[in-house]
């Protein structure tokens, strides 16, 4: 079985910064793309960041430029650094990945338990 962790939530002041991160454990032959969701209360799931197992990046229009996703293949985790943190950015951050268990198995889309980030002004 496949299972993403991650850990890195908390409580941050407006300006602040977090660093999140998610590894992917279990029987995994290949892991393609990776991405960071997050949805806060009332409100849609929503992309946050997304990395390629190229390294190929893209970003919310709302985070650019503050948020910066990377992934270590070789740890099978990706990471999240926010910085200059908003209460707007208050959320439940979910990790996702499309991994392969095995060199035949189709790609299944996992999902992390999720993580809380409350930024207080």
């Known amino acids: 079985q496949v299972q993403l962790v991650e850990s890195g939530g908390g409580l941050v002041q407006a300006g602040g910064s977090l660093r999140l991160s998610c590894a992917a454990f279990?029987?995994?032959?290949?892991?393609?793309?990776m991405g960071w969701y997050r949805q806060a209360p009332g409100k849609q799931r929503e992309l946050v960041a997304g990395i390629t197992s190229g390294g190929i990046t893209n970003y919310a229009e709302s985070v650019k430029g503050r948020f910066t996703i990377s992934r270590d293949n070789a740890k099978k985790t990706v990471y999240l650094q926010m910085n200059s943190l908003k209460p707007e950015d208050t959320a439940v951050y979910y990790c996702?990945?499309?991994?392969?268990?095995?060199?035949?198995?189709?790609?299944?889309?996992?999902w992390g338990q999720g993580t809380q980030v409350t930024v207080s002004s």
């Open positions: 996702n990945a499309d991994i392969k268990a095995t060199m035949r198995s189709p790609l299944y889309d996992y």
């Open positions: 279990g029987s995994i032959f290949s892991i393609n793309a």
